[in-house]
């Protein structure tokens, strides 16, 4: 058994990393304890981990910046708390003690002869929420690969450690269908060459990488990266010859997709940085041909973005979108949303947000696109954007789209 209680007390603000970063035995240990150890805070990113869609402990709060996987099932019961802000503050709410900070929970690569580990395929908030935490924690994965681009660290900096023979978790992608490839081919004919890309992950994000096939000398700078990214470089079209920051090299924060991703990471020229880094409006700023390209639950006809909350519960995450958004769209290139025009039955193009939560700013949208077409937004008036997005959304919903907008005005 992973005896924690002699370095988490009760009180204790805990952190752990996340997707198939996550340290799941220390996290199942925590679960197990946490009664005995007394109340605790928490703060987790997404998880796979099957146990929070169950019974979670009184005593355990837990916080997150968006209702990510697992994490929907503690929203459904009213136990989740969410913190919303840019994916580039987390590393400042770390700073200022207004996130969990007293224990860290991480998964490390194998030391090297130095008897130092990598933070692997999962630095983004992790590295930066080190520098504050009393206490570290790790589960040393003999299968967690050992990546480049951030400070490794010894053996002494762990209060605990336990070895581990487990496969990282494969990302639960659905496959690509004929409708992600529509949507993909279009984003694609926004993308010019030599263009630094950030993208999210998903069907429709690995259906876009697809769909970049025919492009050449593009870069990449992103928070999460997964296979398409690594195929594109073999193909000789992702290779950051034209960035201006970070020449020649695939910059993300973490790695979500297959076990042959995770092998083969070493083969390639990526760096993973903290999302102080990833994340910095400073470094975002530099880089003159930025596309950023997200999905979204919906989109208003003002061009505002909702990506957070459906039905009432948290299905989603400001995370990074915004930040990107804002540097594509203010000093790089451009910023794209692509999303299917319909979901459930009901029209993701809205009147307005049905959540009312609005994820990113109009301003911050130059395109959006579904399988029905591209709206370019950018230097339109407010009634050019609701024609442009009305003519993208399902054909059998612009009739009522229409009615509801006329019923407001007509603009806002």
């Known amino acids: 058994?992973?005896?924690?209680?002699?370095?988490?007390?009760?009180?204790?603000?805990?952190?752990?990393?996340?997707?198939?970063?996550?340290?799941?035995?220390?996290?199942?240990?925590?679960?197990?304890?946490?009664?005995?150890?007394?109340?605790?805070r928490a703060f987790s990113g997404l998880t796979w981990n099957e146990r929070f869609a169950g019974h979670v402990s009184d005593d355990l709060q837990v916080l997150s910046y968006g209702g990510l996987g697992e994490l929907r099932g503690l929203d459904r019961c009213g136990r989740l708390a969410v913190v919303p802000c840019h994916y580039s503050a987390i590393p400042h709410l770390f700073a200022q003690g207004r996130l969990p900070h007293d224990v860290g929970l991480l998964q490390v690569s194998p030391p090297d002869s130095d008897g130092t580990v990598s933070l692997g395929i999962g630095v983004e908030y992790v590295a930066d929420a080190i520098q504050h935490t009393r206490t570290l924690i790790g589960e040393i994965n003999s299968r967690m690969p050992s990546t480049v681009g951030s400070a490794r660290l010894p053996l002494s900096a762990f209060a605990l450690t336990v070895q581990t023979d487990r496969q990282l978790p494969v990302a639960p992608f659905r496959p690509i269908d004929a409708v992600?490839?529509?949507?993909?081919?279009?984003?694609?004919?926004?993308?010019?060459?030599?263009?630094?890309?950030?993208?999210?992950?998903?069907?429709?994000?690995?259906?876009?990488?697809?769909?970049?096939?025919?492009?050449?000398?593009?870069?990449?700078?992103?928070?999460?990266?997964?296979?398409?990214?690594?195929?594109?470089?073999?193909?000789?079209?992702?290779?950051?010859?034209r960035k201006e920051v970070d020449r020649g090299i695939v910059v993300t924060g973490a790695a979500l997709g297959s076990a042959a991703l995770y092998d083969r990471l070493d083969q390639f020229p990526v760096e993973f940085r903290a999302a102080s880094y990833t994340h910095s409006p400073v470094v975002l700023s530099r880089l003159e041909h930025f596309v950023s390209i997200n999905s979204a639950i919906e989109v208003d006809l003002l061009g505002q973005v909702g990506s957070e909350v459906s039905r009432g519960r948290h299905v989603g995450a400001l995370g990074g979108q915004a930040d990107f958004s804002r540097a594509a769209s203010l000093t790089g290139a451009r910023s794209i949303i692509a999303l299917r025009s319909e979901h459930g039955g009901e029209s993701t193009i809205r009147a307005s947000l049905a959540a009312g939560v609005v994820t990113t700013a109009r301003a911050d949208v130059d395109a959006v696109v579904t399988e029905h077409g591209t709206a370019v937004l950018t230097g339109c008036t407010v009634t050019e954007r609701a024609r442009l997005l009305l003519a993208v959304a399902a054909p059998h919903h612009r009739e009522a789209l229409q009615r509801d907008l006329a019923d407001k005005g007509g603009r806002r």
């Open 1 to 40: 058994m992973i005896d924690l209680r002699p370095f988490v007390r009760p009180g204790d603000g805990v952190w752990w990393g996340q997707g198939a970063a996550e340290p799941v035995p220390l996290v199942d240990a925590l679960l197990d304890q946490v009664d005995e150890i007394g109340p605790l």
């Open 180 to 241: 992600d490839r529509k949507i993909a081919d279009q984003v694609a004919a926004l993308v010019e060459d030599g263009d630094t890309l950030q993208i999210g992950v998903g069907s429709l994000p690995n259906a876009v990488l697809d769909a970049l096939s025919g492009h050449a000398g593009l870069g990449v700078h992103s928070g999460m990266i997964t296979d398409g990214v690594l195929t594109l470089i073999e193909k000789g079209v992702v290779t950051g010859a």
